[in-house]
């Protein structure tokens, strides 16, 4: 690694040839200039030593395939190439904070068996079993909210009931038909 910082028209020229012809001793000038000095800046803004070294090694790659984008008309070598680096750090920290989904938790679910049908079929029945054990006015109330798909302000208005006394109804037969069921004793 040369000690001597290297002019800015050295290092867009260095840019320039990477760009032109991939060659690889310009990338490598650059390399050793700019590496390490980008893992000291991506460490000042917070990263690891691990996490800036493979950040710093990302950023080269990106100055690599990305060399024909510079324009030094637009920014300096320094520029350009931490503004990379900033970039990837940017990105490294929403990594962390969102991490990828599981495509496996996206999967949809697998089809039901004809068992799964006659399960339910049978389930469905004993739900409606148990509601007619109900005192009228709670089966009613229970009806128009989960078979009419009606919110407990309609019911309360159509039955003119206080919304209190509709959600006090489900919420009794909902436990007298989990009891019914044998969810709750």
């Known amino acids: ?6 002019a800015p028209a050295t290092l867009c020229a260095w840019i ?4 032109r012809s991939q060659d690889r001793a310009a990338f490598a000038d650059l390399f050793g200039h700019f590496a390490p000095r980008v893992k000291g800046y991506l460490m000042r803004l917070g990263a690891s030593g691990a996490v800036a070294e493979d ?9 690599w395939r990305k060399a024909g984008l510079f ?21 490294a920290i929403r990594r962390e904070r969102h991490p990828e989904v599981d495509p496996a938790e996206l999967a949809p679910e697998p089809d039901r ?17 148990a ?18 798909d009606k919110p407990h302000s309609a019911i309360a208005q159509e039955l003119g009931l206080p919304l209190g006394t509709v959600k006090s109804r489900l919420r009794l ?3 007298r038909i989990r009891v019914a069921l044998g969810e709750e004793g």
Do not use: C, H, Y
């Open 113 to 129: 068996t004809a068992d799964d049908g006659m399960v339910r079929v049978e389930d469905d029945a004993r739900v409606r079993e």
């Open 131 to 148: 509601i007619t054990t109900l005192p009228r006015e709670q089966a009613l109330v229970i009806e128009m909210s989960f078979f009419a």
């Open 1 to 6: 690694m040369k000690t001597d910082a290297p």
């Open 16 to 19: 320039e040839a990477v760009a």
């Open 71 to 91: 324009d030094p008309a637009k920014a300096s070598a320094s520029t350009w190439v931490f503004t990379i680096a900033r970039n990837l750090r940017i990105d």
């Open 55 to 63: 950040l710093a090694q990302e950023a080269m790659l990106a100055l």
């Open 173 to 175: 037969a909902m436990a």
